[in-house]
């Protein structure tokens, strides 16, 4: 059984409109993590949440914005979606180990978000 | 500007070689550097890791060597198997509040029956 399921695996949008890319996580974990793969960029690391609450924000729009509604969930809305954001966007979770940076993330399959 | 840097970008060996995929990073903090295996479709998979406190980590098939003074990694999968393809990225992070894994572009093999 998948451990990280995220949904939908495929999505297209239109320009202008809201989506929200939903994950959830069945591996007990503390810390929910989106990122973000791009065509020729690196995986671009975008949110950490620990115990549901926000530790690290590396978007620099606030068209983006994660909520987590249960511990194991983290989803994250999409507003006034343009071009640009088309990409495939991967949950992550960990253990979250305190002090630790060296606890695994693991990933789910990504959500592809094509914008038109 | 990449924090950290995989090369080559692609790669090709015949099964049984031995493939080593390269990786370079600027930031002098960084001290755990995980290893990801991503097949088409699917999310990244961790595959083997290291702390800056070592200089050589090995699973099975998979060694990474670790140069902290030259800030360089490198990946070694010996006995390659075509079940290897795959795209392997390289990540940095470094302890803090923030878990944030800075990745690389990734190295793209692929490994000839």
């Known amino acids: 059984d998948p451990k990280i399921i995220q949904k939908p695996k495929y999505l297209v949008a239109v320009t202008g409109s809201e989506k929200i890319l939903i994950c959830e996580q069945y591996?007990?974990?503390?810390?929910m993590y989106w990122y973000r793969q791009s065509a020729k960029k690196p995986l671009e690391f975008m949110f950490s949440?620990?115990?549901?609450?926000?530790?690290d924000n590396q978007t620099a729009s606030s068209r983006f914005q994660p909520q987590s509604s249960k511990k194991n969930h983290l989803d994250l809305q999409i507003t006034a979606l343009k071009p640009d954001d088309s990409a495939t966007y991967f949950c992550?979770?960990?253990?979250?180990?305190?002090?630790?940076?060296?606890?695994?993330?693991?990933f789910g399959p990504g959500t592809r978000l094509l914008v038109l | 500007q990449q924090q950290v840097r995989q090369s080559p970008q692609s790669l090709t060996v015949w099964e049984g070689e031995t493939a080593i995929l390269n990786c370079s990073y600027e930031?002098?903090?960084?001290?755990?550097f995980p290893w990801y295996q991503q097949f088409p479709g699917e999310g990244p998979a961790l595959l083997i890791s290291?702390?800056?406190?070592?200089d050589k980590k090995e699973d099975g098939r998979f060694t990474i060597f670790f140069n902290k003074r030259e800030k360089k990694l490198s990946l070694h999968i010996t006995d390659s198997q075509p079940g290897d393809s795959a795209t392997y990225f390289c990540?940095?992070?470094?302890?803090?509040?923030?878990?944030?894994?800075?990745f690389g572009l990734g190295t793209t093999l692929q490994v000839q029956p």
């Open positions: 591996l007990g974990h503390n810390a």
């Open positions: 992550a979770s960990s253990q979250e180990s305190w002090g630790s940076n060296q606890d695994t993330q693991y």
């Open positions: 949440y620990s115990y549901q609450k926000l530790m």
């Open positions: 930031d002098s903090t960084f001290n755990y």
């Open positions: 990540a940095a992070t470094i302890t803090g509040n923030t878990r944030k894994l800075i």
């Open positions: 290291i702390s800056s406190v070592s």
